[in-house]
């Protein structure tokens, strides 16, 4: 096995880095660095981006695809999950610049209005939770793609219960096929 092609899970390399990615030098104008409670993230040329508001969030965000989930022993999602998620998102073209990850268990600003202002969702999908356990004043039957407020939105069962179901995932993978016109 080599070092060159060692793969990280994003959980992973916010526990390794979760004090800082940046080491400011003496001497240079100290920036606010990113912290565990509020993580960077990195974009594409390896630039590290501080969040813009106080969500904690995974991704970078790039296709304004907002995907929420209720975790409540991790700080994202467990390893085997993720690794879902990220098998789902490259089924649909998607990666992790492309969205942003929020764990609404371990984030307590969650609100409509914290969530748009932050992230200005094109696409939120709701894994294992329901968008009036947010405060949106919309109640989304699950596998169905809804228009409101000019953003698009869906809900599915959580990823644990997702990975187990096979025909759950067939309704998934269809609902998938609508919101990102895949054809």
């Not at 997702?162 to 995932?169: I, M, N, T």
Request: with cysteine; hydrophobic share 40%; net charge negative.
């Amino acid at each position: 096995m080599s070092l060159d092609n060692l793969t990280l899970s994003p959980y992973l390399i916010q526990e390794l880095y979760e004090n800082s990615l940046i080491d400011n030098a003496p001497g240079k104008t100290k920036k606010k660095m990113a912290s565990a409670d509020e993580p960077a993230t990195v974009g594409k040329k390896g630039a590290v981006r501080e969040p813009a508001g106080n969500i904690k969030f995974l991704g970078n965000n790039a296709k304004n695809i907002l995907i929420i989930v209720d975790e409540a022993d991790h700080a994202f999602l467990p390893d085997a999950e993720l690794n879902f998620l990220i098998t789902i998102l490259e089924a649909c073209k998607i990666n992790f610049d492309d969205c942003s990850l929020v764990n609404s268990n371990k984030n307590a600003e969650l609100t409509p209005e914290n969530l748009n202002g932050q992230f200005s969702p094109a696409v939120l999908l709701f894994l294992g939770t329901e968008p009036q356990l947010l405060g949106f004043p919309i109640q989304i039957p699950q596998y169905k793609v809804q228009q409101y407020n000019k953003q698009q939105y869906m809900c599915a069962p959580a990823l644990q219960v997702l990975s187990a179901d096979k025909e759950a995932k067939k309704q998934l993978w269809n609902a998938l096929k609508v919101l990102f016109s895949i054809g």
